[in-house]
Nanobody, 120 residues
């Protein structure tokens, strides 16, 4: 099995920054894509950013130029650096990975979510 632990959420003022982390552990053979999604109250979950195993990245238009996704393959960890935060960025942020276990089973794994609140 594979576990994801997210951290780094919290309360920040508009214009501030936060850095989220997503650490994967367990019976991991290889992690393909890693991504961050978010879900604001009353809204559908949306893709924020993704990164492939070769570090190709993709961003939602609403966060381009403000957020940066990265990964540390040695640590099986993804990061989301969020700058110039806006109240509209308030949401629960979820980590998602595509992982192949040592048992050669494929999982689309979700984290438990971390809350980001942008407010003055």
């Amino acid at each position: 099995q594979v576990q994801l632990v997210e951290s780094g959420g919290g309360l920040v003022q508009p214009g501030g920054s936060l850095k989220l982390s997503c650490a994967a552990s367990g019976s991991i053979f290889s992690i393909y894509s890693m991504a961050w999604y978010r879900q604001a109250p009353g809204k559908q979950r949306e893709l924020v950013a993704s990164i492939t195993s070769s570090s190709d990245t993709n961003y939602a238009d609403s966060v381009k130029g403000r957020f940066t996704i990265s990964r540390d393959n040695a640590k099986n960890t993804a990061y989301l650096q969020m700058n110039s935060l806006k109240p509209d960025d308030t949401a629960v942020y979820y980590c998602n990975i595509d992982v192949l276990t040592r048992e050669r089973k494929y999982f689309d794994q979700w984290g438990q979510g971390t809350v980001v609140t942008v407010s003055s």
